[in-house]
């Protein structure tokens, strides 16, 4: 089955960066999506930043274009998040999910991995 497996938040300062990590492993196909997605007190889970497997095609929610960039290492299944000028509103849960690409971005994502909190201090 397919495992994922989020880290690297932590604490950070207004204007400060952080690089989260998802393991991946289990996959059977060779294109998939990988997605982030954040969910902060009160509020919906959104989604963040996606990308495919095999193409690298990537997408950016408005709120965190221009400062955080989805990238992967596929020798180390790992897909990573790295994440710049940090605002407070950045504050969440961070999860990292797999699926299908078929319903891009955020669609069919039916694997999740545990969240990562990143917290944003003001």
């Known amino acids: 089955e397919v495992q994922l497996q989020a880290s690297g938040g932590g604490l950070v300062q207004v204007g400060g960066s952080l690089r989260l990590s998802c393991a991946a492993s289990?996959?059977?196909?060779?294109?998939?999506?990988i997605g982030w997605f954040r969910q902060a007190p009160g509020k919906e889970r959104e989604g963040v930043s996606c990308?495919?497997?095999?193409?690298?095609?990537?997408y950016y929610a408005d709120s965190v274009k221009g400062r955080f960039t989805i990238s992967s290492d596929n020798a180390k299944n790992t897909v990573y998040l790295q994440m710049n000028s940090l605002k407070p509103e950045d504050t969440a849960v961070y999860y990292c999910?797999?699926?299908?690409?078929?319903?891009?971005?955020?669609?069919?994502?039916?694997?999740w991995g545990q969240g990562t909190q990143v917290t944003v201090s003001s």
């Open positions: 289990g996959f059977t196909s060779d294109e998939y999506a």
């Open positions: 990308m495919t497997s095999r193409d690298g095609m990537t």
């Open positions: 999910a797999s699926g299908s690409p078929t319903n891009w971005p955020w669609g069919d994502y039916d694997y």
